[in-house]
């Protein structure tokens, strides 16, 4: 008579999408960056936002390295603040900083980058600073401050009637209270923070 053969023991071992539940619950964060306002972003929205930018340009996500069980001192966070030690911890400063960073140093040069560290190299935080992010705390800069070159040559594909940067502050706010909802000024806008504009930055300008 036949053995009835024995149940085997399960020993497959299920693959899961991410190393553990912090992790899980750290990239279930990354939605947050469609509806959160950008001044309430914290180091993981920057992080999801800078994903966002490599998968947009690349066509493949971004490889986190995993190196740390609790994603607080993981790799990305340190490079996120470290970069907000060298150039500012105000969030759309360094949104205005990645968008930047995207758009001259990667389309323009056609670079490859594997890494966040690229983002804090210090030549090119300084140039940043040096050359693009013209409104500071410390900035001299008012109402009636002629707009730079480079941002005036944006400007004037949508609007003949903004020259400084009291101008674009008053469209801002016009955006802000509903009174400006023509989209041209929101293309252009986006265009002006890709030129290292740092437009939440707008609200200083007296």
Request: hydrophobic fraction near 35%; include cysteine.
């Given at each position: 008579?036949?053995?009835?053969?024995?149940?085997?023991?399960n020993?497959?071992?299920?693959?899961?999408?991410y190393?553990?539940?912090?992790?899980?619950?750290?990239?279930?964060?990354?939605?947050?960056?469609?509806?959160?306002?950008?001044?309430d972003?914290?180091?993981?929205?920057?992080?999801?936002?800078?994903?966002?930018?490599?998968?947009?340009?690349?066509?493949?996500?971004?490889?986190?390295?995993?190196?740390?069980?609790?994603?607080?001192?993981?790799?990305?966070?340190f490079?996120?603040?470290?970069?907000?030690?060298?150039?500012?911890?105000?969030?759309?400063?360094?949104?205005?900083?990645?968008?930047?960073?995207?758009?001259?140093?990667?389309?323009?040069?056609?670079?490859?980058?594997?890494?966040?560290?690229?983002?804090?190299?210090?030549?090119?935080?300084?140039?940043?600073?040096?050359?693009?992010?013209?409104?500071?705390?410390?900035?001299?800069?008012?109402?009636?401050t002629?707009?730079?070159?480079?941002?005036?040559?944006?400007?004037?594909k949508?609007?003949n009637?903004?020259?400084?940067?009291?101008?674009?502050?008053?469209?801002v706010?016009?955006?802000?209270?509903?009174?400006?909802?023509?989209?041209?000024?929101?293309?252009?806008?986006?265009?002006?923070?890709?030129?290292?504009?740092?437009?939440?930055?707008?609200?200083?300008?007296?």
């Open positions: 008579m036949a053995r009835k053969p024995k149940n085997k023991m020993t497959e071992i299920q693959l899961g999408k190393p553990n539940i912090h992790w899980e619950k750290f990239f279930g964060k990354f939605i947050d960056i469609e509806t959160l306002n950008v001044k972003w914290n180091a993981t929205h920057l992080i999801a936002y800078f994903a966002k930018k490599y998968k947009a340009h690349y066509g493949m996500d971004y490889t986190f390295r995993f190196n740390s069980t609790a994603p607080g001192k993981s790799y990305e966070v490079q996120i603040n470290k970069l907000a030690s060298m150039l500012s911890a105000d969030p759309t400063i360094l949104v205005a900083y990645i968008d930047w960073f995207f758009a001259k140093k990667i389309l323009i040069r056609k670079k490859k980058i594997t890494s966040m560290s690229f983002l804090t190299d210090a030549n090119t935080v300084n140039d940043y600073k040096n050359n693009h992010l013209m409104i500071n705390k410390n900035s001299s800069i008012d109402r009636s002629i707009l730079p070159p480079n941002y005036t040559e944006v400007v004037r949508f609007s009637s903004i020259s400084t940067y009291g101008d674009l502050s008053f469209v706010k016009c955006m802000e209270n509903g009174n400006a909802t023509d989209d041209k000024y929101k293309e252009m806008l986006e265009e002006l923070g890709k030129e290292g504009l740092n437009i939440g930055a707008l609200d200083r300008v007296k």
